[in-house]
């Protein structure tokens, strides 16, 4: 028998409903799949008393397509998401991230809406209170030091999921509801760099949905190629030690158009800088060397992991040379 | 706190009164006594706890079982129909799929949601169906064989089932 | 019963691949494992652990805890009677810590109470006063001359140096013409058996008697160290294994789970159910410690050994545990493989405030196999030999003694390596393999069980009992602890074979105290050999009794009585005697048949005296393996794939084929991950890894298919002829693999595991180092 802190379960249906019952707790808190949240909440590094069951809002379980753009719903499960012939179609890296995040039953009940709203990671955070409190716990909960760079007042824990570097090649939004009615923004403005704060969400407010339009090429309509790769020790199950999305159009043999964005490597999932420099250029392999060393550089992974945090910068590039091959 | 859960478990629908923080694991394990389900973690790394929701296999270990009102759980305890051994469970006794047998409840129950959905799986959909199940026992190759076997044999059995 | 066509032919159960007789209770989720059990007063056991690795407890006060309504009991060790342990001569542990805690996460109290909420928060008002002392989670800092001592009696913090000179090692190396010399480092690794440790004790008030059912893979061990926790006399306690989910040597001794499992129910005077997390389970430990090996071999030009020199370093952790065994088997196990005579050897076995080390799954061997191995492929390519010849150039020739008086009685390693080189094509493969890509083969070996028992007894190493009664099926009662490995499956079949009857007649009841006779337990791969031979041994017994009565029936001399297994009968004319009509007339007079199985080791198997701990490392058998590994090394991120597996493994007699590749593919696939993914990781002691993410166990994606190659040298003494099979095959798989990543990317990895980013680092050393030589030229 597990330990579980008291809680009280709420099962709206409706996003206006979920919206007020998580205004009238105290310390609510969003539960989709659970797959992070229940993980969490067992360590006792979240001690929600109730919890908001958004999986039962329809609005919230469906995949759209229009004509130039696709939504798709905050409590779609990553199985649907990976599996979704529009999505593979329009933005292939959104597929396949979705379908290379933890294992297969994870992805039956995970969902799009967690991966992104994910808590960020570190081996001194992702441990039970026992193992926290004997080593004095750290700043992102309840402590006083960071045991990455302890001399520091920031904390470096890496955001870790898989889907949102993908979306972030595409300038996907995310629609957000709360106490104040329903926003958009760009889903890169819902992470902001620190560790210990990571998600731009105010209070009380939940994830609806993600739009993304469709992107094609500048000289013909075919959908922007694009890929994810990630570095894991095992085949599957691990988190990404480096997750790298590439998104690229090629025309006459040179490069019209790059995007690489980044996670597992800092506290926000992230879109590189200086792609632009690369238009323009053919894909030889001085080319990828230089993407590969550009991407080291702004990968910038520091010991929240047990593997040492300079493989992972070298992956990052690695990986981001090794799709733009492919893509070629 | 407490909710009044309507499901049905291995066919059986039934109504339990249960605290809202519950786990569906400890749920059917020391409610309801269903200790076919094992706990191998401490949460969702090594799928010891898979049972089927609704035909797809899920964590029990973490899934509230608040959230499952109005489904249909089933569990290695109600694999066996009329008494005989699911094409499954004859494949991994019989292929030696089970070692020590404490991964198997959840490996035969990922497995059975895989082919539900494909009841041909070829050797890389066997693999990825499996790839949050871990076994420490047998290498994963017997495991494999038995899930082939399983696939051969489950038409066999159904007929049998029919004949009977 | 009719014979006369075709004739009755006794069944044959021996040889034929046998689902396991256990089977279908583990698919069906009948089999119950110990934290399957419950009833509506069982109470919930929870640890409190040490938050430090290294203090004084100055104070314990539990009052508090005691006095919060729903908890009824909490124990300290005040509550134990003695330390325990699982080496007689290094009982330093205790169930509870007394006085000193010397590893984070050591226990220090327990409680048991009506519920997991009330016993979570009385661990908190435990109050425990400590006096932090400086802590060592190197071994390197433990030696140090200003360290403190973690035991008093075992200063500078070495549990035990050991070492031993045999042959001549500097002649030998002066007649080499290479000599080399290697620096290995292995990361210590967990067994992470899929069932967590859990106990469930119940305790009769009335009677003061406990009955326990641990997950552990040696009920008497548990059952001695309890009665000495406890203070309790043997005869009031009863052990019962239940199913074991996995042990792979983590459960070979008594855990603190199953004596405080046992303490709590006494104080409560009822019923607890213990079950570790996890995380807890990994802080129990047990498993393989950390070793730095440095080692130095002398060749001739045709792939002839001449000496070994080798020293081998192991952070054991904090506690003495199998601690002796497992450094004298690291010097001791480079012998029995391969005619090596010169070889000198140095072990430090140190303590250190970590968890406590244990016998893993290779128990000793598998280090030293993994630098030895990887320095005579290196050694060979130098010399431009074959990796298969420069093996060959040393095969021993059974029967023999080794240098340090190992018997080897039987020896299939030239017909695994001709199975490995042929299943993999080798020949025409090896070096054709283009880019990234790579095949590496390495040999290994182990005993068939240690001849000589820890605790010296002058009992039989193996009691087996089987009754018949009038339902003429026969009761197999063994002490062995099924733990998955088959043991019961394979008892059944020797006495099915032995009788010539079907298996289905036969039911194994295994380990409970009050039913079965004692049993030392499952480890170092000793239950198929000895009980194997016991179980033989105590049909052949029934078959006389039964023999006796179909001759008194049939009216015939016993001698001229033929038994078929199910019919018995004076000669082929004769229509005989049914299996059940002869049990009839057996139990004519007498009542119910029990008869008894033997087994002992001979002493030629006991080990020699030419060092001290000789002993540690004498078998009655060994068992063989080679392995060929294939892999692709992706060069952009240096992750390691392994395409496949052929392993050869010489497993004598294959009882029961079907297990015996499942025993190998298990460990086989057990090396790869302590090859390439597994290690523990701490933080000033405090476990990193305690958790199935960060402690990476492969998962069935990147595990490869593996091919598996019985050899069956039969050896003269085993139950026929079988020898071990679960553990030889795994030590070979680490060599193996870093011999086909050099094969493959030209370097060599003497570091594990061998995670992408060693490997990447490897590979950028190595583009360095040919840049620095092309400017330098
Ligand atoms: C063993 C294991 C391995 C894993 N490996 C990976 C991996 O490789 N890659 C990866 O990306 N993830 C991994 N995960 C994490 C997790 O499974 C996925 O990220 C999953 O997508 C999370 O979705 P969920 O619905 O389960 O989220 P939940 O656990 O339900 O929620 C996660 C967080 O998001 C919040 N939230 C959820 N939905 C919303 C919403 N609509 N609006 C606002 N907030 C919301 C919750 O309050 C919570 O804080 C792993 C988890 C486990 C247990
Ligand atoms: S980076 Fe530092 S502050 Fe952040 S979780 Fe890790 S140890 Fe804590
Ligand atoms: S118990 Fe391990 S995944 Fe649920
Ligand atoms: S059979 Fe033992 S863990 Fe899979």
């Known amino acids: ?328 | 706190m407490k909710t009044v859960l309507s499901l049905s478990v291995n066919g059986t629908t039934r109504d339990d009164v249960i605290p809202d923080n519950m786990l569906l694991v400890d749920y059917l394990r020391e409610n309801i006594g269903l200790t076919g389900t094992k706990v191998g973690c401490d949460g969702g790394e090594c799928g010891a706890c898979t049972v089927l929701i609704n035909d797809r296999p899920r964590h029990s270990c973490l899934t509230l079982a608040v959230t499952c009102q109005g489904a249909r759980i089933e569990t290695v305890d109600g694999l066996s129909r009329d008494n005989r051994l699911s094409a499954l469970q004859r494949g991994f006794d019989e292929k030696l799929g089970a070692q020590c047998g404490f991964c198997t409840p959840g490996m035969i129950m990922a497995s059975e949601a895989l082919l539900r959905a494909n009841p041909k799986p070829d050797e890389a959909a066997i693999r990825n169906a499996l790839a949050a199940n871990i076994c420490r026992c047998t290498g994963y190759v017997k495991i494999i064989e038995a899930v082939q076997f399983a696939a051969e044999i489950a038409n066999e059995i159904a007929d049998e089932a029919l004949a009977s | 019963m009719s014979t006369s066509e075709q004739d009755i032919i006794p069944v044959q159960s021996i040889g034929v691949p046998k689902p396991l007789v256990d089977g279908p209770e583990k698919t069906t989720g009948k089999a119950m494992f110990a934290a399957d059990f419950q009833s509506i007063e069982a109470l919930v056991g929870r640890i409190l652990r040490s938050p430090h690795a290294h203090a004084n407890i100055i104070r314990i006060d539990t009052s508090k805890a005691e006095a919060l309504p729903g908890v009824k009991a909490v124990v300290t060790e005040a509550d134990c009677s003695d330390s325990y342990g699982v080496l007689p001569i290094a009982m330093n542990e205790w169930a509870l810590a007394r006085g000193r805690v010397r590893y984070r996460g050591e226990p220090v109290a327990a409680v048991a109470a009506i519920n997991v909420a009330t016993a979570q928060a009385a661990l908190d008002l435990i109050e425990v006063t400590y006096e932090e002392l400086p802590a060592y989670f190197t071994a390197a800092d433990a030696r140090a001359d200003d360290a403190l001592d973690l035991h008093q009696e075992k200063p500078g913090n070495i549990e035990r140096e050991v070492d031993f000179d045999l042959g001549d090692v500097d002649q030998g190396m002066a007649a080499a013409d290479l000599i080399r010399e290697v620096d290995v480092r292995c990361a210590e690794v967990c067994q992470v058996q899929m069932e967590p440790h859990a106990a469930y004790a119940e305790y009769d008030p009335g009677r003061e008697r406990l009955t326990i059912r641990p997950s552990t893979q040696v009920p008497f061990y548990v059952h001695k160290m309890l009665s000495r926790t406890m203070g309790m006399a043997d005869s009031h306690i009863r052990v019962i294994k239940p199913h074991i989910g996995g042990g792979f040597g983590s459960r070979t001794e008594t855990l603190q789970s199953d004596l405080i499992a046992g303490l709590l129910a006494r104080k409560a005077r009822g019923t607890v159910r213990v079950v570790l997390s996890r995380e807890e389970t990994f802080i129990t430990h047990r498993g393989r410690p950390e070793s730095h090996i440095k080692m130095k071999v002398g060749m001739k030009a045709d792939g002839t050994i001449t000496a070994t020199d080798f020293s081998v370093v192991q952070r054991g952790g904090a506690y003495s545990g199998y601690g002796i065994v497992t450094i004298l088997y690291a010097g001791s196990m480079i012998f029995g493989l391969y005619d090596i005579s010169s070889v000198r050897f140095k072990g430090f076995r140190v303590l250190t405030n970590t968890p406590p080390c244990g016998a893993f799954r290779g128990h000793g061997t598998v280090k030293t196999r993994f630098a030895f191995e990887g320095l005579i492929d290196d050694m060979a390519t130098e010399l431009g030999l074959d990796p298969f010849a420069v093996r060959r150039a040393n095969l021993l020739v059974a029967p023999t003694m080794t240098e340090n008086d190992l018997l080897v009685n039987s020896y299939g390693l030239d017909q695994c390596l001709d199975w490995a080189e042929a299943a993999s094509a080798w020949k025409v493969r090896k070096g054709k393999m283009g880019p990234n890509k790579g095949l590496g083969m390495a040999c290994s070996h182990y005993i068939s069980g240690a001849s000589k028992p820890k605790h010296w007894t002058g009992e039989p190493h193996a009691t087996i009992h089987l009754r018949v009664d009038w339902d003429a099926s026969i009761t197999l009662l063994t002490g062995a602890a099924e733990i998955g490995q088959g043991s019961s499956t394979v008892m059944a079949q020797c006495v099915a074979e032995t009788l010539g009857v079907d298996m289905s007649r036969i039911r194994v009841i295994a380990s409970d105290s009050a039913v079965t006779p004692k049993d030392n337990g499952s480890y170092s791969s000793r239950v198929t050999f000895m009980v194997g031979n016991a179980s033989i041994d105590a049909a052949q017994n029934l078959k006389a009794t039964l023999v006796a009565a179909a001759a008194r029936k049939l009216e015939i001399a016993p001698e001229d009585v033929e038994c078929l297994g199910e019919v018995f009968r004076g000669g082929q004319q004769d229509q005989g005697l049914s299996f059940d009509e002869v049990v009839m007339e057996a139990l004519k007079g007498e009542g119910t048949i029990t008869v008894k199985g033997t087994y002992d080791t001979i002493p030629e198997s006991w080990g020699g005296k030419k060092y001290r701990g000789a002993a540690i490392g004498g078998t009655m058998a060994f068992s063989y393996a080679a392995q060929v590994v294939e892999v692709t090394v992706d060069p952009y991120t240096a992750e390691i794939t392994v395409d496949k597996v052929w392993v050869a493994h010489d497993c004598g007699r294959a009882l029961n084929p079907l297990a015996v590749e499942g025993q190998v593919q298990g460990s086989v696939w057990m090396g790869m991950g302590q090859a390439m993914s597994e290690e523990t990781q701490y933080h000033e002691g405090l476990l990193l890894h305690a958790n199935m993410l960060d402690y990476r166990v492969p998962t069935i994606i990147e595990s490869p298919p593996i091919e598996v190659g019985i050899i069956e040298a039969n050896d003269p003494h085993g139950p026929f002829g079988a020898k071990e099979a679960g553990e030889g095959s795994l030590s070979s798989f680490l060599p193996a693999l870093t011999n086909a990543v050099a094969d493959a990317m030209g370097v060599r990895a003497t570091d594990l595991p061998l995670t992408p980013d060693k490997l990447l680092e490897l590979l950028e050393k190595k583009a360095r180092d040919i840049k620095a030589s092309g400017r330098a030229a």
């Open chain 1, 1 to 328: 028998m597990e330990f579980m802190p008291q809680m009280q379960m709420h099962q709206p249906t409706s996003v206006e409903d979920a919206v007020s019952l998580h205004g009238a707790a105290p310390d609510g808190r969003y539960l989709a799949g659970g797959s992070d949240l229940l993980v969490n909440i067992r360590r006792g590094i979240e001690q929600p008393d109730s919890l908001v069951y958004v999986n039962n809002i329809p609005e919230m379980r469906a995949i759209t397509e229009t004509s130039d753009q696709i939504t798709i719903g905050g409590a779609v499960t990553l199985r649907e998401l990976s599996g979704n012939s529009a999505v593979a179609e329009h933005f292939a890296a959104v597929a396949q991230a979705a379908g290379e995040v933890a294992g297969p039953s994870h992805r039956e009940y995970g969902t799009v809406g967690g991966n992104l709203c994910l808590d960020t990671r570190c081996v001194f955070y992702n441990q039970s209170e026992w193992w926290r409190a004997a080593n004095n716990y750290c700043l992102k909960y309840r402590g006083e030091i960071c045991h990455v760079a302890p001399g520091g007042k920031k904390c470096f824990a890496a955001f870790s999921g898989d889907v949102a570097p993908a979306l972030l090649l595409f300038d996907a939004e995310v629609e957000i509801a709360g106490p104040d009615g329903r926003r958009r923004m760009p889903l890169a403005d819902l992470y902001r760099n620190d560790g210990m704060d990571h998600l731009t969400l105010r209070p009380g407010e939940l994830l609806v949905a993600i739009h993304v339009a469709k992107l094609t090429t500048s000289i013909s309509s075919a959908p922007i190629a694009s890929a994810y790769a990630k570095s894991r020790i095992r085949g599957s199950i691990d988190f990404p030690l480096a997750g790298v999305a590439v998104a690229m159009a090629v025309a006459g043999g040179k490069i019209t158009d790059l995007r690489i964005a980044l996670t597992g490597v800092s506290p926000l999932p992230f879109l590189a800088k200086g792609m632009d420099d690369f238009i323009g250029r053919e894909g030889d392999e001085t080319c990828l060397e230089e993407i590969r060393d550009k991407i080291r550089t702004q990968a910038k992974a520091m010991k929240t992991t047990t593997t040492p945090p300079h493989y992972r910068r070298r992956v990052a590039g690695a990986l981001a040379q090794k799709l733009a091959a492919s893509i070629f």
